[in-house]
Nanobody
Framework: VRLAEFGGGLVQPGRSLFLTCPTRGFDFEIWSIAWFRQVPGKGREAVAC????????YLSDFAKDRFRVDKDRDSNTLTLQMNALTPEDTGIYYCAADPQFSPDGCLENYHYWGQGTQVNVSS
């Protein structure tokens, strides 16, 4: 199983970033795949979670109106479009995957993780 995050960087407040997580070694259609983040002073928190089937992805409250998660099935890549970024979005963003089906929202634990990509939002 391979997960790798790309697309982080330094942006000004109000701008956008597009993160990608190309995956290998597992069934992209069946596994639960998600974005998490580690922000300064807080624990790791879920950003957006997907699962098998035609279920709408789960988005955390802070992400609902600004972020979009998609599964590119042609390239087995999980993406995260982040708009209207604020300094509170600064952190390390991780891609995670697990073979377990998520009946509701995000899993409590994901077995596989990428190395993370740093996002800095600052003027």
């Amino acid at each position: 199983v391979r997960l790798a995050e790309f697309g982080g960087g330094l942006v000004q407040p109000g701008r956008s970033l597009f993160l990608t997580c190309p995956t290998r070694g597992f069934d992209f259609e069946i596994w639960s795949i998600a974005w998490f983040r580690q922000v300064p002073g807080k624990g790791r928190e879920a950003v957006a979670c997907t699962r098998s089937g035609n279920f709408r992805p789960y988005l955390s409250d802070f992400a609902k109106d600004r972020f979009r998660v998609d599964k590119d099935r042609d390239s087995n890549t999980l993406t995260l479009q982040m708009n209207a970024l604020t300094p509170e979005d600064t952190g390390i963003y991780y891609c995670a995957a697990d073979p377990q089906f998520s009946p509701d929202g995000c899993l409590e634990n994901y077995h596989y993780w990428g190395q993370g990509t740093q996002v800095n939002v600052s003027s």
